[in-house]
């Protein structure tokens, strides 16, 4: 019997044909003595590791891309995704394409082109956390101290800090923290309505016809509304995805290793925006050193959702999913 708390994700790696497995065996092993060496040089201590968390369809990839277009930091690229066996040596690789990058903000479904691109690493976090939710699966995976230590490699080669972009590592924050203690967080929001209705969107061109599959990460609570509708299940992601960040990443211990950033303000703000962030990390004690270009931020588009009767019942939804007639989840337009 399938078991509901594990994602159907899928084959996480699959390939096109038995030949470009087999391709992708040999290049990964025949660069596993560069990703031992590379590890080797690590200082995993002294590397700072930051996460962005928000809500599925709530900015983080234009956050994510933004971050490391202005500023020299490690990140997982598209290369990585391909060579997740040895990430250290693919960031090698492409070393240089990440420092040239200058950014291309059109990603399609937190999809960007190009080797150096950043990418959510989807095949790199299932091969190093199988164990870990949503995957939980029988297999040892890496320690944590492996995971910070093949950080800090990619940072030495690329900059610091090491910043992480996936929201289905939300699936479990408690283990996260635990594994990544000293980690900071990028907390990005969203107006509520919005967000949900570009799920909906998201569920609509993923799978045309049949609207009804979860997509992307199952917040803690997601069970009850397993079998609801589509547009009761996209409100439910973004609600219960908000209340976990703030469940988990609130209180004393937390308490200044977390910023939260609005997606309309970063929009209309991306530099200023940019220069808070820098800041946040500076009294961490995190020194991010900007690309030497520092090419000016192209003009952003906010994309709102039309006002529309479906809009007008995705915020009764929120409300009274949430219990609140007053709580706020829309914004000024």
């Not at 940019?274 to 000016?296: M, N, Q, V």
Request: aromatic share 8%.
């Amino acid at each position: 019997m399938k078991d509901e708390n594990k994602m159907d994700q899928g084959p996480l790696v699959s390939y096109s044909s038995a030949r470009a497995r087999w391709l992708n065996l040999m290049v990964s092993g025949a660069l596993t003595p560069l990703e031992y060496l590379l590890e080797r040089r690590a200082r995993p201590e002294e590397s700072p590791i930051c996460f962005i968390v928000g809500p599925p369809r709530s900015g983080t990839t234009l956050l994510y891309e933004l971050v490391v277009t202005r500023f020299k930091c490690g990140y997982f690229t598209n290369l990585s995704k391909r060579l997740f066996r040895v990430p250290v040596a693919a960031t090698w690789l492409c070393r240089k394409a990440m420092r040239q990058r200058t950014g291309s903000f059109d990603s399609v479904y937190g999809e960007l082109g190009g080797n150096a691109a950043p990418n959510e690493a989807g095949r790199v976090w299932s091969h190093w956390m199988p164990y870990a939710a949503p995957y939980n699966l029988d297999r040892p995976g890496l320690t944590p101290a492996k995971m910070r230590r093949k950080m800090a490699a990619i940072c030495a080669i690329a900059g610091e800090p090491m910043v992480v972009k996936n929201p289905i590592l939300q699936s479990d924050l408690p283990h996260l923290l635990k594994t990544f203690p000293n980690a900071v967080f990028l907390h990005i929001e969203r107006d509520w309505a919005d967000n949900a209705r570009s799920l909906m969107k998201l569920r609509k061109d993923k799978s045309p016809g049949d609207e009804s599959g979860w997509v992307s990460l199952r917040p803690e609570g997601w069970e009850q509304y397993a079998t609801a509708d589509p547009l009761m299940q996209s409100c439910a992601q973004v609600m219960l995805s908000q209340r976990d960040i703030e469940a988990h990443l609130s209180g004393p211990r937390r308490d200044g290793r977390v910023i939260k950033i609005d997606y309309e303000r970063l929009c209309a703000q991306p530099s200023e925006v940019l220069d808070e962030i820098e800041a946040f990390w500076a009294r961490e004690g995190i020194t991010a050193e900007r690309k030497p270009s520092d090419t000016p931020v192209p003009e952003i588009t906010c994309r709102r959702q039309p006002e529309d009767d479906t809009r007008d019942r995705i915020i009764a939804c929120l409300r009274e999913m949430s219990g609140d007639a007053a709580i706020s989840v829309e914004k000024p337009r």
